[in-house]
């Protein structure tokens, strides 16, 4: 018989993991979610095999459980399977960004001999839902698994067996540790990247210009703040404790700046920006991090009716997704400048080729 798996909220993380599971397994996959439309595009995309009707009846019969909603709604989740007792014989598992809460909650598996697993694929996008879901979204991510202590070896490798498909590279680290690095590296950056747009837009009031010249690189370094607002009011509720702490060493930090930039110092300036270019020079560059990477392809057009148009119905002719599209300088008659960027090197090249056999000149900066 089919192996069962019982996906809890059908978005994008949930059904990229689908996707992935399919590609390597034969099971039947059953959604659920409370958003009618989702659940049902799931379905319609062949994401999911069917829609659950019975919920209780799905966790009794899964083989794996995946809670793939907000973190908040995870949680709750955890009750309900608690609630079916010993009967439930699933290998459960989250996506969710952060740990601490969601592995206190699951304890309460434990007591009915039912493994919980903590999972956090380390990619994603600012999309969200089935339609932006994608076999390969976690090739070559990290995956952090966290586990209790007491947690069978053989759980931890049956879990990764399910999830092979994703081709990610999996890490095991302990809950804490999870929490902290995941606040640093993503949590944290993206508390900065929402207050430095909120004080662009708050500085806006007192030049028109601000607007205009926050396109281009200011954008690309606030990009996370684009991604879904409830789904981060749920991850800062969650890392609280991890991210007051980075908030009180952060401002000690910018009372170092605040210091340099009154003292106007040339050699003290020269040194603190060498520290992060240093530091920032030596952080691996081929690797996928916490936050994902975009592969962006320039592409120089001529201002002509149509030719954002043409340009994307030849990626769409070649199946390559893009996840953004921008001019960067188009006037009348004037070559202008495309940008689009890509969730893989792979679609970037591909989308290259296409463009190239089509004569457009295309450049990676
Ligand atoms: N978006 C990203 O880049 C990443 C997100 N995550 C985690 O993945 C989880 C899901 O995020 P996404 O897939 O990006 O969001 P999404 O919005 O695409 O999907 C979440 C789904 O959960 C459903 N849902 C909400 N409440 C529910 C409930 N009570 N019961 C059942 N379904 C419910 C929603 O209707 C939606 O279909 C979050 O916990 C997030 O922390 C992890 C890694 C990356
Ligand atoms: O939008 C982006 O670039 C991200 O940073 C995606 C992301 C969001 C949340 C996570 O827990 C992990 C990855």
Redesign the pocket.
């Known amino acids: 018989m089919k192996k069962r798996v019982l996906l809890?909220?059908?978005?994008?993380?949930?059904c990229s993991l689908a996707l992935a599971i399919k590609k390597e397994h034969e099971a039947v996959i059953i959604g659920?979610?409370?958003?009618e439309k989702?659940l049902a595009d799931a379905k319609r995309l062949n994401i999911i095999d069917q829609a659950s009707s019975n919920i209780k009846e799905e966790v009794i019969s899964a083989d794996l459980i995946i809670l793939?909603?907000?973190?908040d709604?995870?949680e709750?989740?955890l009750e309900v399977i608690a609630g079916c007792g010993e009967a439930v014989k699933a290998l459960v598992t989250d996506?969710?960004?952060t740990k601490g809460r969601i592995m206190e909650s699951a304890k309460i598996l434990q007591e009915n001999g039912v493994t919980f697993i903590g999972g956090?694929?380390?990619?994603?996008?600012h999309k969200?839902?089935p339609e932006s879901a994608k076999a390969h979204l976690f090739e070559n991510a990290f995956y952090m698994l966290t586990c209790y202590p007491e947690t069978p070896s053989e759980k931890t490798e049956q879990l990764k067996n399910w999830l092979k498909g994703t081709k990610a590279k999996f890490i095991e680290i302990d809950i804490d540790g999870h929490d902290w690095v995941t606040g640093v590296v993503s949590h944290f950056p993206h508390l900065i990247a929402a207050s430095l747009v909120r004080q662009a837009e708050n500085q806006s009031v007192r030049h028109p210009l601000v607007s205009e010249l926050a396109a281009g690189g200011f954008r690309d370094i606030t990009r996370i703040a684009s991604?879904?607002p409830a789904?981060w009011r749920?991850?800062t509720k969650h890392n609280r404790e991890t991210l007051l702490q980075l908030l009180k060493s952060w401002r000690k930090e910018m009372d170092v700046v605040e210091q340099l930039v009154e003292n106007g110092e040339g050699e003290e300036l020269l040194q603190y920006f060498s520290g992060a270019k240093r530091f920032r020079d030596s952080l691996p560059v081929r690797s996928k991090g916490a936050i994902?990477s975009y592969y962006d392809l320039y592409i120089d057009v001529i201002d002509q009716p149509g030719v954002i148009s043409n340009v994307t119905a030849l990626l769409a002719d070649h199946h390559i997704s893009i996840t953004n599209i921008q001019i960067i300088e188009m006037r009348e008659d004037v070559y202008g400048v495309l940008r689009i960027s890509f969730q893989s090197s792979e679609d970037r090249d591909k989308a290259s080729d296409a463009l190239q056999s089509e004569n457009y000149h295309t450049y990676v900066v």
Do not use: E, F, K, Y
């Open positions: 809890i909220g059908t978005g994008l993380i949930g659920h979610d409370i958003s989702n793939a909603a907000p973190v709604q995870s709750a989740w996506v969710g960004s956090h694929p380390m990619a994603g996008s969200t839902g991604s879904s789904m749920d991850i994902t």
